[in-house]
Structures are given as structure tokens and as C-alpha cells.
């Protein structure tokens, strides 16, 4: 079983690992992710009254919780 690697920050699409997210991680509680972590493509995303979904045409869809 693989284990998705995080290198891009969903929400800015910077790289994960340098400099402090502070910022996305805060806006990440209210909105749904739009770049893919794992290849740094912009997601397309739908916003319903009953939650979003996100997805990229290489990985595919994710929704929210």
C-alpha cells in the first residue's frame, strides 16, 4: 500500500516543506483545498451547501470530511 506524500501546499501551492503555512492552514479550516499536494496542479472545485469536493485530473477527487 503506498502513502500519499504531501510536497505541495494545497492551498497556495507552495512548497510544503519551506517556510511557515500558517496562513493556509488557518484558511484550510473554512476552505477546500486548490492545488493538488502531490503534483502542484490547480484542482478544479465544487462548493455545495453540503460540503466540497477537489479534484485533480492525475490523483483524482477528494472530498471534505
Known sequence: M???VTLWCDRCGGDAGRGVHEACVTARALEPPRFCPRCRRRM??????T????TCVEHGTTTSP
Open 2 to 4: 503506498s502513502t500519499a
Open 44 to 49: 478544479k472545485v465544487q462548493v455545495l451547501p
Open 51 to 54: 460540503g466540497w469536493s477537489a
